[in-house]
């Protein structure tokens, strides 16, 4: 427990410290479940190390901190869980590299850049397929999912739970974008817009004219402040407490990809762990999503409000301008589609329409 705590209070300083007076506010978010379950059995200790891109005030680390309660408590102590916010060890792509060959235990990227370990991950990357939140987590439950899930077999990475990074909304320091048009400017001066490192982002963004760039998320604050690119796409809840609307003037509510976490943990890591070891972190790492899925909607509902009080001015697009984005990107599903799989596709949508 002792170990537990301290990790704690090291990453609510951390927290308290970056937001200052501009997040004296939080949301009122849930609290997450007492933890049950049996104390497991006594099978040495382990400290795991474990990085991510987000703050530390964001539903993914508060989630984590979640996870590693969960396994403290239930190993009494023997297992416990440091967490390295904000890009501190490496961007998604190199902390997954790093799970190949062991120096790092644990990591918690979004689905897009893992698209090179296991391709079936770009369904989630097509742009307007989950239109609803209850669709988006009945498709991270289902059994296409944890086929997904299953596909990292091979690659060194042992992936264990899939959870919301959500629905991404376009912000940029130029102009209000409202339709297509906006994106692609007049004269062909469209937006230069960062994307994840993932092909069908850059698909999307090129098709509706704008400049992609892809670029790792800890690099994205400096270069939208330096004017490398115009702007960016991520849930409220990551604009807010990333701080970019402190560079970017301009939001849409665009919506126009959902795309989830996954939680995984380094295959030598795992092989370490006896039976009732990986049975907890399995466990934990599921009971952490679920509540990351509930705070994230909680979060990025009450952050799209912070934002527009701190001045960032965010455009609520209606049925009709969603429908023009929706229309503009179809050839981004001419063009993907086939390399994604038809029938994979066909799966999720019906999943979609069963939880519309
Ligand atoms: O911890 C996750 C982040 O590193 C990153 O995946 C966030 O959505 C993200 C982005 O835009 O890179």
Redesign the pocket.
Known sequence: MKIFWRNTLTLAGAASLSLGMAYAQSPDLSDPPAIEGDVVGDHGSHTLRMG???SES?P?ALSSKYFAEILEQRSEGRISVNLF?N?QLG??VQ?MEMLQTGSLDM????S??ATTYVSELAVFDLPFLLPTREAAVAVMHSDAAQRMLDAFEGTGIKALTFSE?GY?QLSNSARAVESPEDVAGQGGRGLSV????NPVHLSIWETLGANPTPM???E?FSAMEQGVVDG????WS?ILTSNFHEVQDYGSETRHVY?P?IMMMSQRTWDRLAPEYQELVQEAARQSAEYEIQISAEYDDWAREQLEERGMQISRLDDDQIAAFQEAVQPVYDQWAPRIGEDLIAEIQEIVEAHQ
């Open positions: 991510f891109g987000l964001s993914q916010p890009s961007d998604d902390m990591t918690y990227p979004s897009s850049p990074n991404r960062r994307t994840m490192e790792a998320f800890g994205l960016q796409e991520n849930p990551t795309t976490f």
